[in-house]
């Protein structure tokens, strides 16, 4: 698992270092880190280092200093080195020093100063930076044209929480320190790639995690040799309407698609399903369909008193259920039904029917408000996005970032709760089924977007994704044969 530490955590993981280590010891090890960083994309990007153009953009703080030390180190290796200095008077004093040593140039941060760099440092701040750029780093950075490399986070964008609220660095890469911060997954689109340097600072265990698609691939149900139809784990779906007979077809394909067991279909859209997925076994009713390990409700599945009563009777029984779309309607008129139900729940809304369950959009700290509506309902939420987050009732969080955002289209979500009810049917823990699915599918939306025949991607649709379900699950399993 990767683990993100909030800001506070690591401070309080660094005081001890600070106090042992000699002064300036952790700084120069992150800085020493950093430049290496900057070199191999200086050689990758150029095809060199010495002579080549390095921009600094030195805030107030730490993360100023940071940056004037990689510069020094860079300087060593006959980089061009500009320090910019957003704040002169508080510009970190050893860094300064040891840059105007090493024989770099330094200029108060104004755009005719900026020169035409190869690449430039965020150093305007870093983990103690709150809310968006001030006017005159904003000014400055929308004169950058050469990529950046962000100092521990993009400046601008709030490192526990990845919101943005005005300018902000969007970087190239983004180099860290001791810690993956949470904006590393939840302004990952801002970070673009992040690099940690390892400074040995010791962590707690981490509220908020990744999967890696190693573990993803290593816990993917597949037969073996005693399984049947029925051991794998068979799911029911009850999605779909004469008005949405497809939210059925691709949430029930999905379902098809990701495990092996069987899967049971209860609704009107019945002949639609089996006219496109012949292996389902199909009833018009819930109260007609066999025994199934797990329930999926909701997708496109309507609000009349039909679909209410279904709802009721799904959530009424010991089996684990997954709650979408209408569902979530319904049940923000009635909460009390997944209360104290002897098995668990797991509601995916996205951000609207987050606000129709709670009253209040999930945004600006989304981990704070999944946390908050997992343990008020005692219920796990997967909660939709490009960082799609997945809340236990403890507060455990799990963190997909989706890599890309094709999978904004029409459809997705019913795909979505496909896969992870038939994770949930084979047994499956709730918040490792949401987890995978959730990653599964990212990974088969960017598969969709792609053509092995041409480069680059295009838009894609809800039915191809769920026709690359299949290869993203075998990208991720072949993760395992690497590890
Ligand atoms: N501790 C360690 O051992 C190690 C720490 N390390 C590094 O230190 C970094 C943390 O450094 P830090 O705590 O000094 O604060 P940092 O984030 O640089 O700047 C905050 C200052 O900026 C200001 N400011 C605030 N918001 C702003 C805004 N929007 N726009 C502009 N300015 C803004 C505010 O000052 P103000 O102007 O409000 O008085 C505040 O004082 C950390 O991310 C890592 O890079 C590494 O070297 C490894 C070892
Ligand atoms: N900007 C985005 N980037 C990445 N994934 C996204 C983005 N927007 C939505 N998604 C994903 O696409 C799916 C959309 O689900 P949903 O909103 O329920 O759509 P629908 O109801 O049309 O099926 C979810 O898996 C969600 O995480
Ligand atoms: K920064």
Redesign the pocket.
Known sequence: MRSFHPSDVVRAAEAPLLESLPEGTLMRRAAYGLARVVASELRERTGGIAGRRVSLLVGSGDNGGDALWAGTFLRRRGVSVTALLLDPDRAHPAGLRALRKAGGRIVPATPEHLGDPDLVLDGIVGISGRGPLRPAAAALVDEITAPIIAVDIPSGVDPDTGAVDGPAITAAVTVTFGAYKPVHALGATRCGRVELVDIGLTLPEAGLVAAEPSEIGAIWPVPGAEDDKYSQGVVGVRAGSARYPGAGVLCTGAAVAATSGMVRYAGSGASEVLARFPEVVVSPSVAETGRVQAWVVG?GAGTDDEACANLRDILATDLPVLV??DGLTLLAREPGLVRGRSAHTLLTP?AGEFARLTGNRPEPDRVAAVRSLAADWGVHVLL???A?LVARPDGHVFVND?G??W??T?????V?AGVIGSLLSSGMPVDLAAAAG?RA??LA?NLAAQDPKSPGAAPTS?SAILSRLGDSIRLLRTHIAES
Do not use: E, I, N, Q
């Not at 029409?410 to 019913?414: F, K, N, W």
């Open positions: 997708p979408d779309a996205h939709k996005g490009r799609t989706a890309g955002s999978a904004s029409a459809g997705a979500g019913d979505l959730a599918h990212a939306a809800a």
